[in-house]
């Protein structure tokens, strides 16, 4: 058993035996987290969101369009936001995917991962949030659908009731493009 085993298991045990409050465990205790100004902008993510998916498979093409809706809920005592997404990612074709983000007070950045219907695994992300300009700003890193890693930087824009969402990949010529756009628009 493991370090972090042992730990776990001791404040289980101890919060289901009633450890006294003034004991030597209990005074070891880092305090628990609670939800510090960071955590506002996930108010801005909460909600049922329509989205519309914008997929640009390279220069001078025209976009692939699809939709579907996203549900986050903020959740972990108002510590991270929990994402659910139903709908197409390219025409016919059905997604799911599901993510969380927190905010990281020792990177001072919000992290997060996902995974999807059209992943092989879980993908993380950094970010950090400009309140001036009401963007987030980041990298998104995991592997695409062909199984190779990718590092994308990303980019959500916080507009009211919309909010969109970009992916950006070097493209064949080496130069950075949009890869992918989802406008999101908050229901009613």
């Known amino acids: 058993m493991g370090v972090v085993d042992r730990l776990c298991r001791s404040i289980v045990f101890g919060l289901c035996l009633g450890v006294p409050a003034g004991s030597a465990f209990a005074q070891d205790m880092p305090p628990i987290p609670k939800p510090g ?8 993510d909460e909600g049922t969101w329509n ?3 914008e997929i640009f498979p390279g ?10 809706v996203e ?5 972990c005592g108002g510590l991270c936001l929990i994402t659910d997404f139903k709908g197409e990612m390219m025409p016919g074709q059905p997604f799911h995917g599901h993510g969380t983000a927190a905010y990281d007070p020792q ?16 993908a993380t992300s950094e970010a950090t949030y400009d309140a001036a300009t009401k963007r987030a700003t980041g990298v998104m890193e995991g592997a695409d659908a062909s199984g190779k890693m990718v590092r994308s930087r ?6 009211g009731a919309t909010r969109i969402f970009s992916i950006y990949n070097p493209g064949p ?11 999101y628009t908050r229901k009613p």
């Open 37 to 44: 100004p960071e955590h506002q902008l996930f108010k801005e």
């Open 51 to 53: 989205a519309k998916i």
């Open 59 to 68: 220069p001078g093409a025209a976009p692939m369009v699809s939709t579907g």
């Open 71 to 75: 549900i986050s809920t903020i959740g």
């Open 107 to 122: 990177k001072k950045k919000y992290v997060g991962n996902w995974t999807d219907s059209m992943s092989r695994g879980i």
């Open 154 to 159: 990303t980019v959500v824009d916080y507009k």
């Open 173 to 183: 010529d080496g130069k950075e493009a949009e890869t992918m756009r989802i406008t």
